[in-house]
């Protein structure tokens, strides 16, 4: 799957998008999608921090375990999970703009073994549409908890 970004501007200071971002036992009230959350982890939120999050997505649910790999605090964080045959990469930036924060998340999908490499290819064009679509609404779903929590 290709990487892709999306980004959005927030109606709300950076502390408070990251606070939004960094609270997974909250996330399923804040990302539609999210189902439920399990912390595997002590409290706080740093590299190794895992967790399996249940969501729905294109009609489908399913659970992936998930672990912090990146941090850089009140700025940027990395995801990463292994499912189905795919290692993916999820990083979130955030930074201050026009009175409030630039959010953006990059998104990638790479085949784990090298037999799945070119359906990769071929489904990855397929997903890319759906995949943009639920990265933005993960995305609005953030910004509306983060602007209503200012």
Same mark, same amino acid.
């Given at each position: 799957?290709?990487?892709?970004?999306?980004? =959005?501007?927030? %109606? &709300?200071?950076?502390?408070?998008?990251? @606070?939004?971002?960094?609270?997974?036992?909250?996330?399923? *009230?804040?990302?539609?999608? !999210?189902?439920?959350?399990? !912390?595997?982890?002590?409290?706080?939120?740093?590299?190794?921090?895992?967790?399996?999050?249940?969501?729905? +997505?294109?009609? =489908? @649910?399913?659970?992936? @375990?998930?672990?912090?790999? /990146?941090? %850089?605090?009140?700025?940027?964080?990395?995801?990463? /999970? %292994?499912?189905?045959?795919?290692?993916?990469?999820? *990083?979130?930036? !955030? #930074?201050? #703009?026009?009175?409030?924060?630039?959010?953006? +998340?990059?998104? *990638?999908?790479?085949?784990?073994?090298?037999?799945? =490499?070119? #359906?990769? /290819?071929?489904?990855?064009?397929?997903?890319?549409?759906?995949?943009?679509?639920?990265?933005?609404? %993960?995305?609005?779903? !953030?910004?509306?908890?983060? &602007?209503?929590?200012?």
């Amino acid at each position: 799957m290709n990487a892709m970004t999306v980004s =959005r501007h927030v %109606d &709300a200071p950076p502390e408070r998008v990251w @606070t939004v971002l960094t609270d997974l036992e909250h996330s399923p *009230e804040v990302v539609r999608a !999210i189902q439920s959350v399990e !912390i595997h982890t002590s409290a706080g939120f740093d590299v190794g921090t895992r967790w399996t999050e249940t969501r729905t +997505m294109m009609g =489908r @649910t399913a659970s992936e @375990t998930m672990e912090v790999t /990146a941090v %850089d605090p009140g700025r940027s964080y990395v995801v990463e /999970a %292994d499912s189905g045959g795919t290692h993916y990469r999820s *990083e979130f930036r !955030i #930074a201050p #703009a026009g009175g409030g924060t630039a959010l953006t +998340m990059s998104f *990638e999908g790479q085949p784990s073994g090298l037999g799945g =490499r070119a #359906a990769a /290819a071929t489904l990855g064009r397929l997903l890319s549409r759906p995949t943009r679509k639920a990265l933005v609404a %993960d995305l609005d779903d !953030i910004a509306q908890a983060s &602007a209503q929590g200012s």
